[in-house]
């Protein structure tokens, strides 16, 4: 089992940033690739980034990509996701997550997932 919990969700101007981190214990942690997927009012849960357990590859999705950077610690057994020029369309709950594979095709745990929210 991995337990994650997110924390650094909040409500910001649109073009504000936030940093989101996501706290893992429970199996080793640097054995998993990590994403971060979120989900807004109404609408599916969509993948967002994903890094791999050695932190030298990442994905991101085209609606975020040049905006959001992820990274991790995996001294601290954490993964972070930084996310600058927000629009009122990141606002979503943002949800932690881990795979056993690159590139992540299957998640297996998942946080409970913080709120962000852009104003215009």
């Known amino acids: 089992q991995v337990q994650l919990v997110e924390s650094g969700g909040g409500l910001v101007q649109a073009g504000g940033s936030l940093r989101l981190s996501c706290a893992a214990s429970g199996r080793i942690f640097r054995t998993y690739a990590m994403g971060w997927f979120r989900q807004a009012p109404g609408k599916e849960r969509e993948f967002v980034s994903a890094?791999?357990?050695?932190?030298?590859?990442?994905l991101y999705a085209d609606s975020v990509k040049g905006r959001f950077t992820i990274s991790r610690d995996n001294a601290k057994n954490t993964v972070y996701l930084q996310m600058n020029s927000l629009k009122p369309e990141d606002t979503a709950v943002y949800y932690c997550?881990?795979?056993?594979?690159?590139?992540?095709?299957?998640?297996?745990?998942w946080g409970q997932g913080t709120q962000v929210t852009v104003s215009s």
């Open positions: 890094i791999s357990w050695t932190g030298d590859k990442t």
């Open positions: 997550t881990t795979a056993t594979m690159w590139p992540p095709s299957k998640y297996e745990f």
